[in-house]
Structures are given as C-alpha cells and as structure tokens.
T-cell receptor
Framework: DAGVIQSPRHEVTEMGQEVTLRCKPI?????LFWYRQTMMRGLELLIY????????DSGMPEDRFSAKMPNASFSTLKIQPSEPRDSAVYFC?????????FGSGTQLSVL | AQSVTQLGSHVSVSEGALVLLRCNYS??????LFWYVQYPNQGLQLLLK??????LVKGINGFEAEFKKSETSFHLTKPSAHMSDAAEYFC??????????????FGKGTKLTVNP
C-alpha cells in the first residue's frame, strides 16, 4: 500500500486566496483525520470523519475552514479566504484499529 | 477532558547513552496511550501503544514505555541511543474503550538530539 497520500507537498499563496488540500487515505481505513502542526500550538486535530461522515469538527478554527469526504478514498480541506496565520503543516491521517497512519503533510505558506 | 504534558521540549544525549523522554497525562477515564515519532519532513509514525494489560510496552527500534497509573506517566525509554533516533517524539492519549478512542490528544513534542 502507498500509505496516506497528500497533495500538494508545498503550497505558497497570497492572503485572501482559496487553498485546497487533498488527501487519499489508506484503502480499508474507515476513519480520516485532519491535523494542523505549528511551532506555537503543536499538533491540533481539526476534524475527523468516520465512514465518510464528519464526527467532530470542533477543532476547525473558524468558518473559513471546511472539510469534505465525498467517498472513502478522498478528502479535502479548504481554506477560504486564507490568512497568514493559517501558515502551518497540515497532516491527513487515516486509521484502523486505533492506529493512525499519517501522510507526509502539506506545508502551507500564506504571504 | 484529556491532556498530555511532555517535560522538556528538547533533549540531548550522547550516542550509546540512555534515552528518557517524559510524558504525563490527564484523563477522567482509563486512557489509551501512544508514542509517535516524526522525522524531518515526514508525518508521524507509531512507535508503541498501551491499551490494556501489561504495563510495560515494547515498540519498534528498541523503544519501550511503562504505564504508571499512580504517577499518571508514560515515559519513553531506550537503553542505548543511536544517531538515527534523532527526531521529534510525541506522546498522545485517547479515551480508550469509553468511545472516541481514535481521537488522540497530542503533547507538544520533544525534539531528541543524539551527539556522536
């Protein structure tokens, strides 16, 4: 298996632009998580899905953030409009039997 | 609510020396506990986990951790550090069999440096 695949690896954008991050979980995993990692706040859970249904989005910082999982093999995290304080590494992870598998992350820089 | 505190954001050891990374947790229900490792420019990888049963848990790469309920601790150790152990290590807690066990709360991480 190729593992959790995230794209793009790096994204540089200007404040106010829309950003879409993509994730392909490991086949057969029924849970998917979006995390954000910053120096100041560490690793924060933004949202997680179980069987494609959003279960807990209490970590989504504000309405500018949205996430979808239209099917078992694809999820997106969208930020619109983006702001400099959104700069971080965003990780997607999928899990089975309480073991998380992380993707390599998307390094987002908002100028 | 659950939380994790990792004591020491940076730890430096010599190659061959003991590695000890400290983690204390807070949980209102019996927890599941995890250690993850992150190498530069990569995602986190599971080192080991404690769910129930034996309190001394062995993981990959020679690491182990001991669950001590009385001390609310889950410290990570390795008898002899190797240069390849240099990475950032994260302790995490979940609600265990009370439901929502996959929703992990992570500590802030400890960056391990191994000196030759």
């Amino acid at each position: 298996d190729a593992g959790v695949i995230q794209s793009p690896r790096h994204e540089v954008t200007e404040m106010g632009q829309e950003v879409t991050l993509r994730c392909k979980p490991i086949s057969g995993h029924n849970s998917l998580f979006w995390y954000r990692q910053t120096m100041m706040r560490g690793l924060e859970l933004l949202i997680y899905f179980n069987n494609n249904v959003p279960i807990d989005d209490s970590g989504m910082p504000e309405d500018r953030f949205s996430a979808k999982m239209p099917n078992a093999s694809f999820s997106t995290l969208k930020i619109q409009p983006s702001e400099p304080r959104d700069s971080a590494v965003y990780f997607c992870a999928s899990s089975r039997f309480e073991k998380l598998f992380f993707g390599s992350g998307t390094q987002l820089s908002v100028l | 609510a659950q939380s994790v505190t990792q004591l020491g954001s940076h730890v430096s050891v010599s190659e061959g020396a003991l590695v000890l990374l400290r983690c204390n947790y807070s949980s209102s229900v019996p927890p599941y506990l995890f250690w993850y490792v992150q190498y530069p420019n990569q995602g986190l990888q599971l080192l080991l986990k404690y769910t129930t049963g034996a309190t001394l848990v062995k993981g990959i790469n020679g690491f182990e951790a001991e669950f001590k309920k009385s001390e609310t601790s889950f410290h990570l150790t390795k008898p002899s550090a190797h240069m390849s152990d240099a990475a950032e290590y994260f302790c995490a807690v979940s609600r265990g069999n009370q439901g929502g066990s996959e929703k992990l709360v992570f500590g802030k991480g400890t960056k391990l440096t191994v000196n030759p």
